[in-house]
């Protein structure tokens, strides 16, 4: 699977793609695959404030519920309404089309201190 | 995890062809391969392959073994003949269930008992403890493998495999013979809701026969599933799954299973406490519920009625076949009944919901098996 050079990753399976001081937020390929077939996501609506770390959301297959953690702190800006109709895409296109939330950060400090590709894709390896 | 997870014989097919493995009660079983839902679909529209060797079996032989397996459980065994299957409970003296099982007649002087993975041990321990009749009961789990092939399509695919007729082994029935080339126990049973065979073989053969179904099965596009699809099949055709809609501090009458209780066969294990809960009234009942708002009633789940906790989900998911998200829950008697107004708490947050029906899926009748001596051309 490819998982975007640019993006930054966390442990629980969270993406980001900075742009100015807009995040962009969504669930991993792997992580997609480990729930299986999702059927229901839970996003925060926008003017909400996300704390890194701190679960913001859920989504859940038929299988399970798991909830989604905040990889950085700021104001939802823009929540991925098309989501509530099609949660699917979330297995389809994780890392494009099936993004969840945007965020407004301040600076990109907590960015730059996740998971690069490299370093996620071995973690992902080594837990499997 | 200190344990170490079991495995079937059919471990290293499962990881072969990437099926996700998950610790179910002990075992490190394929939860899906290509995917639930699929999985699901396949089974319902097609024909689908689950491995269920983790499941026991206990065999129990003697002259009097027809009285400890009525004594042991609540079906009436007495009737059952030679080659024909029952879905049965094992009670406590006070009327919980020890587990579910199926129970086959061998022979009038042998009983063939297929039990919960999870239960196995405890399940051999209690049917010991009930025999006073001089029965051998034997810890058989060891001898067997078993594969379930199931869906519209599965006999079709599984009569490619064997000389048997099987079109002639009715619904709860079973054969003994060859199946893809080795000795097998073919019946007629399913945790589906969809028409198939549970095929019990040889632990050693397990694989030859399961690679056998695949190729069978490959021009009406089988599929292997795990047991995720299991679950969401067999919770569409409400059928009980044992922690789930039954245990020890529930009895068969609660879990709208009267039908597998005989109170007029004689005396069994249970008896004497179903029949006093009988006499009293029941107070809880189990019912199937569909969401309105907008969630899934998950196991474990709190049930509101009014406002007020009253019960409890037993097993909540969405249901492929139906597009709906449906469950089963605990009710105070008088409330678990179709048409009532719910609340599931998800999270904290009470959900609308509304009682229903069940099963929540039945399959199509199957169309009677052709009448085959008329279409025999007569020779006068």
Redesign the interface.
Known sequence: MNYPESYRYTKEHEWVSLDGDTATVGITFHAQK?L??I??VDLPKTGTDVEKGKSFG?V????A?SDIYAPVSGEVVEVNEELSNTPEKLNEDPHGAAWLIKVKVDGPGDFNNLLSVSDYQKYVGAES | MTTELKRTPLYEVHRAAGA?MVDFGGWDMP??YS????EHNTVRKGVGLFDVSHMGEIQIRGPEAMKLVDFATTNAVAKLKTGQAQYSGLLYAHGGFVDDILVHKVADDSFFLCVNASNQDKDFEHILSLNRFDCEVEFASNKYAQLAIQGPKALGVAQTLTETDLSAIRYYWFRDGVFAGVPARMARTGYTGEDGFEVYVAPENAATVWNAIMDAGKSEGIKPCGL?ARN?LRLESKMALYGHEIGPTISPLEADLAWIVKLDKGDFNGRDALVKQKEKGLTRRLVGFEMRG???G?DGYEVNLEGVPAGWVTSG??A?TLGRNIGLCYLPLDRARPGEKIEIVI?NQAVEAETVPTPFYKRPETPRSVDKRSETPRSF
């Not at chain 1, 859940?60 to 299988?63: C, D, P, Y």
């Not at chain 2, 995917?35 to 699929?38: E, P, V, W």
């Open positions: 480990e299986g077939d059927v229901y859920s859940e297959s038929v299988k519920v | 996700k939860v899906q995917g639930l839902i699929d995720g969401t907008r969630g899934i998950r998911s969405p492929p999270r």
